[in-house]
């Protein structure tokens, strides 16, 4: 009895620590004939993620995006799928972050982590669909989570690094709409 209150002590204590990975808020806005997301993310790293990020393995967000239309009879009715793609690496000689949005190419250069950090976690006027697509009147769910993993080695080095906590995956965040 004693020994698995320590156990279930112990885990409580460990996920106290880990930092929280998240969706903290989200919402789509129609602007220009293009519904737009914004949203608010939370992107605690673990230790051995920092040190591998620190030490020139890059790490990439990825922000997976789903609109999909309710029917009754009938399964859901996909409309739309959105995944954006950013890479964050250190590049030791300039000392500075690298955030590079993967889907365009543009990037930009970060003096500490927790800015650029910060900078991925505010998602702006993010070209989500054509307001064509979507029915006036009809209701819509967006659906949106966003996974962390390491970049930039094969595969089969990635397996070999199976106990660490390199990957990170947020529940989906799901919201209604009605155009």
Same mark, same amino acid.
């Given at each position: 009895?004693?020994? /698995?209150?320590?156990?279930?002590?112990?885990?409580?204590?460990?996920?106290?620590?880990?930092?929280? $990975?998240?969706? !903290?808020?989200? +919402?789509?806005?129609?602007?220009?004939?293009?519904?737009?997301?914004?949203?608010?993310?939370?992107?605690?790293?673990? !230790? #051995?993620?920092?040190?591998?990020?620190?030490?020139?393995?890059?790490?990439?967000?990825?922000? =997976?995006?789903?609109?999909?239309?309710? !029917?009754? +009879?009938?399964?859901?009715?996909?409309?739309?799928?959105?995944?954006?793609?950013?890479?964050?690496?250190?590049?030791?000689?300039?000392? !500075?972050?690298?955030?590079?949005?993967?889907?365009?190419?543009?990037?930009?250069?970060?003096?500490?982590?927790?800015? #650029?950090? =910060?900078?991925?976690?505010?998602?702006?006027?993010?070209?989500?669909?054509?307001?064509?697509?979507?029915?006036?009147?009809?209701?819509?769910?967006? /659906?949106?989570?966003?996974?962390?993993?390491?970049?930039?080695?094969?595969?089969?080095?990635?397996?070999?690094? $199976?106990?660490?906590?390199?990957?990170?995956?947020? =529940?989906?965040?799901?919201?209604?709409?009605?155009?």
């Amino acid at each position: 009895m004693v020994l /698995s209150w320590l156990a279930v002590a112990a885990l409580a204590h460990a996920q106290a620590e880990e930092p929280r $990975f998240g969706i !903290r808020n989200a +919402f789509v806005e129609p602007r220009g004939g293009v519904w737009q997301l914004n949203a608010i993310l939370e992107l605690g790293l673990s !230790r #051995a993620a920092e040190t591998a990020l620190e030490e020139g393995v890059p790490l990439t967000l990825i922000l =997976d995006t789903e609109v999909s239309r309710g !029917r009754r +009879f009938l399964p859901d009715e996909n409309v739309a799928e959105l995944q954006q793609r950013w890479q964050l690496g250190y590049d030791g000689l300039a000392q !500075r972050y690298v955030v590079v949005n993967q889907n365009s190419g543009a990037q930009a250069a970060y003096a500490s982590l927790g800015e #650029a950090l =910060d900078a991925l976690a505010r998602i702006r006027e993010l070209p989500l669909l054509d307001e064509s697509l979507l029915q006036a009147g009809r209701r819509y769910e967006v /659906s949106l989570r966003a996974t962390l993993e390491i970049g930039g080695l094969p595969e089969a080095v990635k397996v070999l690094l $199976f106990w660490r906590e390199w990957s990170r995956v947020t =529940d989906w965040y799901t919201w209604s709409v009605r155009p």
